[in-house]
């Protein structure tokens, strides 16, 4: 526990770093134009470049057999029911499979947890898994989508629409934004179950908790932002079409430096995706037990990288080490070497 506690605590030293970093560059320094402009560019561009690379790598990879999960009855004969989703024959079936992976986490709904009482392995549900995920990236998704509204002019209309329900439990101003509580209550589940579930916490290392606690870390400085802080959203937003236009202008209008901390943090994130688990977001679409149909019975699946390789029956072996074999008393099949004789 010791161990695993000591990279907890790392993280949250690397944390802390990140935060004083444009606390020191911006509040004393007065590096604006380094902050929140080149910083920015930097981390787009590592964030582009890695996703490339990783799905560039992910596509040469070999895929010589189908290793397609399944968990429902195959595709056979007519008579017999089979399960599309759980053993898709198509590729139909295979997209709305992952549709459903994606999108409502399919295969953590069904997953199941294992305890050992005594000498027997007893199994149940680990629905607060899924659901604990499910918060998170939900509220995380609706978070990315919100900001849509500092990016382009006009607003398009599903952001309004959007932001109009997310903030439907108003309570006063400004606006509690309901996608804030899911994300946080699903990384804290996330969090706590690293450090309390002792299964967990014996495989979890710092590249564990340091994406959760970075995350944890923006959202709380967001929402410090539109809290407490109140900067000039119409200055934050010309800010923004500026970047996203390339043609960055630094606001004229005093911007606390709990701004320019929420966008370090966030073009932290973006450098370390690409190279984290975090991007099995995108790996998830190139994984070879979901994205093949399972129709070994119906379709030969021959490995596309295979090669002419030089091998030796037993009947050449058997001509090659005659004398030996016969000296050693090993009897020879006559037949194979008539057919070797044959073939010279």
């Known amino acids: ?78 008579w017999i029911k089979r399960s599309r989703l759980e053993s898709p024959a198509n590729n139909l079936e295979v997209a709305l499979r992952m549709f459903f992976e994606v999108f409502f986490f399919r295969s953590l709904f069904r997953n199941l947890r294992a305890d050992l009482e005594g000498k027997r392995l007893l199994y149940g549900s680990a629905k607060w898994l899924w659901l604990g995920a499910l918060l998170f990236h939900l509220g995380f998704l609706i978070i990315i989508l919100r900001h849509l509204r500092f990016f382009v002019f006009p607003v398009p209309e599903f952001v309004n629409i959007l932001e109009k329900i997310d903030g439907f439990f108003q309570i006063g101003f400004p606006t509690l934004y309901l996608s804030d509580l899911l994300i946080l209550l699903g ?30 870390s923006i959202v ?3 929402i410090l932002m539109r809290v407490a802080i109140k900067p000039d959203i119409f200055a934050i937003k010309h800010y923004a079409i500026s970047l996203a236009t390339f043609r960055p202008v630094i606001p004229e209008a005093p911007i606390s430096v709990l701004f320019y901390v929420h966008l370090f943090l966030v073009s932290s994130l973006a450098v370390y995706f690409p190279f984290s688990k975090l991007v099995h977001m995108v790996g998830i679409f190139f994984s070879p037990t979901r994205n093949l149909p399972n129709d070994n019975r119906m ?7 295979d090669y002419p390789v030089k091998y030796t029956t037993y009947s050449e072996w058997q001509e090659k080490f005659r004398d030996v074999m016969e000296e050693a008393g090993i009897p020879i099949d006559e037949e194979w070497g008539k057919e070797i004789q044959k073939q010279a």
């Open 1 to 78: 526990m010791s161990v695993r506690l000591n990279d907890f605590l790392f993280s949250i030293l690397l944390i802390a770093v990140l935060i004083v970093i444009p606390l020191l560059g911006v509040g004393v320094l007065g590096l604006k134009y380094f902050f929140g402009v080149i910083i920015p560019y930097l981390a787009l561009a590592v964030f582009i470049g890695g996703l490339i690379y990783r799905i560039v790598d992910w596509a040469r990879s070999p895929q010589p057999f189908k290793i397609t999960t399944t968990s429902g009855q195959q595709k056979s004969l007519p």
């Open 187 to 216: 990384l804290a589940f996330l969090l706590l179950r690293r450090l309390f579930d002792a299964k967990i916490n014996y495989i979890s290392y710092a590249s564990d908790y340091f994406p959760l606690l970075l995350i944890i």
């Open 299 to 305: 379709k030969r699946h021959v490995n596309p990288w």
């Open 220 to 222: 709380v400085t967001g």
